[in-house]
């Protein structure tokens, strides 16, 4: 699918990676409206950015952002593209972690974008070609402690973009899934990159996800994970389950001590 003269709704805008897509979109010659809760950091982003992009203030877990979502973008013509990026974690365990914080979660990494794309799909079945990307993770693909919530909200997701793309086969509307790994942004906590960087796992730069977003959508690949071996641990952990259940109990005891450690700091600050 080209880029050049799209009309592309991107959600999380102004996070890290949503910044970098933005840059990328744009060079390719698409025209962005800006999804985000944060009034300057949006006009920030806009006025970095070269051409004229709208910005909307809105807050995707709740039904009045995506109204105003939905309004902005009907009265402005509609949309060929709309990209699900927004998205929030924490690195704690499941036993400690508040009612609050899980419902966030899944609100903003499943449930806001699957009514998001409902109330949007009359307007991408208005053109010719249209599309949704959702971004996942790797870990909506393998279960992984001390992200228990978020792991559920991102196999949510691929479930959704699965079970919408062959919904929508017989439409214009394409349907993408994009798996980045650990990526270097202010999503992950001073303990997630502890434990990173204790596990050794490679982190890319949100330039390299923007990168991989615009040729998935370029080239019509549906799906896509990013990194090695992350890649091959996903097929693993399909095929053999049990093989990763050991790997990651051996890895336990390290898991449990940067988490032990996190929430004694948190408790003692
Ligand atoms: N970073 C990683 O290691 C990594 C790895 C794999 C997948 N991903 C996925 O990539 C996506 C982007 O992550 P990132 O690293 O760029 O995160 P980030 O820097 O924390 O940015 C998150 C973005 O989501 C927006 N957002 C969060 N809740 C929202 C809400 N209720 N309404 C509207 N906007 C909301 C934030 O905007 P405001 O706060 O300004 O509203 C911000 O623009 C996420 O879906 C994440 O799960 C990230």
């Known amino acids: 699918m080209e880029l050049n003269n799209k009309v592309i709704l991107l959600t999380g805008a102004t996070g890290g990676i949503g910044c970098a897509v933005a840059r990328a979109l744009v060079k390719k010659g698409a025209y962005l409206?800006?999804?985000?809760?944060?009034?300057?950091?949006?006009?920030?982003?806009?006025?970095?950015l070269t051409g004229n992009h709208q910005i909307i203030v809105a807050d995707i877990g709740t039904s009045e952002g995506r109204h105003d979502i939905l309004s902005r973008c009907v009265d402005g013509g509609g949309i060929d593209l709309l990209i699900n990026l927004a998205g929030t974690t924490t690195f704690q365990c499941f036993e400690h972690q508040s009612?609050?914080?899980?419902?966030?979660?899944l609100s903003t990494n499943l449930i806001a974008p699957m009514l998001l794309t409902k109330q949007l799909i009359p307007l991408l079945n208005?053109?010719?070609?249209?599309?949704?990307?959702n971004i996942g993770s790797t870990y909506g693909s393998i279960g992984h402690p001390g992200y228990v919530a978020y792991c559920a909200s991102k196999s949510g997701l691929k479930g959704f973009t699965e079970a919408l793309r062959r919904e929508l086969s017989d439409t214009a509307i394409q349907v993408f899934y994009l798996a980045p790994r650990a990526t270097e942004t202010s999503l992950n906590s001073p303990a997630a990159n502890t434990l990173n960087r204790a596990?050794?796992?490679?982190?890319?730069?949100?330039?390299?996800?923007?990168?991989?977003l615009i040729k998935l959508v370029m080239t019509n690949r549906q799906c896509q994970f990013m990194g090695w071996p992350e890649k091959l641990f996903v097929k693993i952990n399909a095929l053999f389950p049990r093989l990763v259940d050991r790997a990651l109990v051996k890895k336990m005891p390290l898991i449990k001590k940067i988490l032990n450690n996190h929430e004694t700091t948190k408790i003692n600050t």
């Open 33 to 48: 409206r800006l999804v985000g809760r944060n009034t300057a950091a949006l006009n920030q982003l806009a006025g970095q």
């Open 99 to 105: 009612e609050e914080s899980i419902e966030q979660i």
């Open 126 to 133: 208005n053109r010719p070609e249209s599309a949704v990307v």
């Open 199 to 212: 596990l050794g796992n490679r982190v890319d730069s949100p330039e390299q996800v923007a990168d991989t």
